[in-house]
């Protein structure tokens, strides 16, 4: 069994995209320095996210769309070299533009997610996802997620289910955006952002890669808070609410199998029962 040296980031990223690699840049050469074979920047990293959530915001043109199979892509794989990289970034797709987020090596491209859930005005400016599932790296076998897409357990389950070793979610999680705190520790949507991250690690029994954008964009004020969590949702490297890399080391196949070793949360499942009660009230 071989341990794995992973970083899950909090960094500040705009719509210059030129910017935008220079930073991506120097977290690489950062993370590479350090020994890091897994690096997770956040959601939007190219090109950046969106100015607001709200519905009569005076909107920008968005984030630049990069097609899966273009230049940019292909820059960031040249950038990893012998690194596995996930990074986000709003992807062309022809007749639709989605949030997405790429797995890469300096081999090409290894795997893609679009965002499924997407949270209050944000399907204004993206097309929906429509599926999860875990693809084989270098470092072990990934799924990964964003964002609003960690508050549901069923999208970690999902990934879980289909062999994944290592869940990366990947952010641009705000602070609250009513009631605000002048300290981001003492935030309640920072304190949820934490909790999702410990209990998909948990409930799934399996190790966790967090990464968010920090600073400000827009009328959003960004959480941070990258962290790596062990299978038991124990969170082992944490940045808190500013930038910077959580760096952590472990042996994933054999965290995996001590955590599931008596109580296995996937072996245990009683999927029979888990049916919606006849007559249940939709929401």
């Given at each position: 069994m071989t341990a794995v040296r992973m970083a899950a980031v909090a960094a500040e990223f705009g719509r210059d995209l030129e910017d935008d690699f220079a930073i991506a840049e120097?977290?690489?050469?950062?993370?590479?320095?350090?020994?890091?074979?897994?690096?997770?920047?956040?959601?939007?990293c190219l090109g950046g996210?969106?100015?607001?959530?709200?519905?009569d915001a005076e909107l920008d043109a968005g984030p630049p769309a990069l097609a899966l199979d273009g230049p940019e892509i292909r820059r960031l794989a040249a950038l990893?070299?012998?690194?596995?990289?996930?990074?986000?970034?709003?992807?062309d797709a022809g007749d639709a533009r989605y949030n997405s987020?790429?797995?890469?090596?300096?081999?090409?491209?290894?795997?893609?997610?679009?965002?499924?859930?997407?949270?209050?005005?944000?399907?204004?400016s993206y097309a929906s996802g429509?599926?999860?599932?875990?693809?084989?790296?270098?470092?072990?076998?990934?799924?990964?997620?964003?964002?609003?897409?960690?508050?549901?357990?069923?999208?970690?389950?999902?990934?879980?289910?289909?062999?994944?070793?290592?869940?990366?979610?990947?952010?641009?999680?705000?602070?609250?955006?009513?009631?605000?705190?002048?300290?981001l520790e003492q935030d309640r949507w920072k304190r949820r952002f934490d909790l999702f991250d410990r209990a998909r690690a948990l409930e799934n029994q399996i190790v966790w890669l967090s990464a968010n954008q920090a600073g400000t964009f827009g009328?959003?004020?960004?959480?941070?808070s990258a962290k790596v969590v062990d299978p038991g949702g124990?969170?082992?490297?944490?940045?808190?609410?500013?930038?910077?890399i959580a760096v952590a080391e472990l042996d994933v196949a054999r965290a995996l199998e001590t955590a599931r070793?008596?109580?296995?949360?996937?072996?245990?499942?009683?999927?029979?029962?888990?049916?919606?009660?006849?007559?249940?009230?939709?929401?």
């Open positions: 120097h977290l690489i050469k950062r993370a590479r320095a350090d020994g890091v074979r897994l690096l997770a920047l956040p959601e939007a996210y969106l100015l607001s959530l709200d519905d990893a070299g012998e690194l596995t990289v996930v990074a986000g970034y709003c992807e987020v790429v797995c890469v090596t300096g081999d090409g491209v290894l795997g893609n997610h679009r965002k499924v859930h997407q949270p209050l005005s944000e399907d204004a429509d599926r999860f599932h875990a693809f084989d790296t270098p470092v072990g076998r990934i799924g990964m997620m964003i964002c609003y897409d960690k508050a549901f357990p069923e999208s970690a389950r999902a990934l879980a289910l289909d062999g994944t070793e290592i869940g990366v979610c990947v952010s641009a999680w705000p602070g609250a955006r009513t009631n605000a705190v002048a300290d009328s959003l004020r960004f959480v941070g124990d969170i082992l490297a944490d940045t808190g609410v500013g930038g910077g070793r008596s109580m296995g949360h996937l072996r245990d499942r009683r999927p029979e029962t888990y049916g919606v009660p006849m007559g249940a009230a939709s929401v």
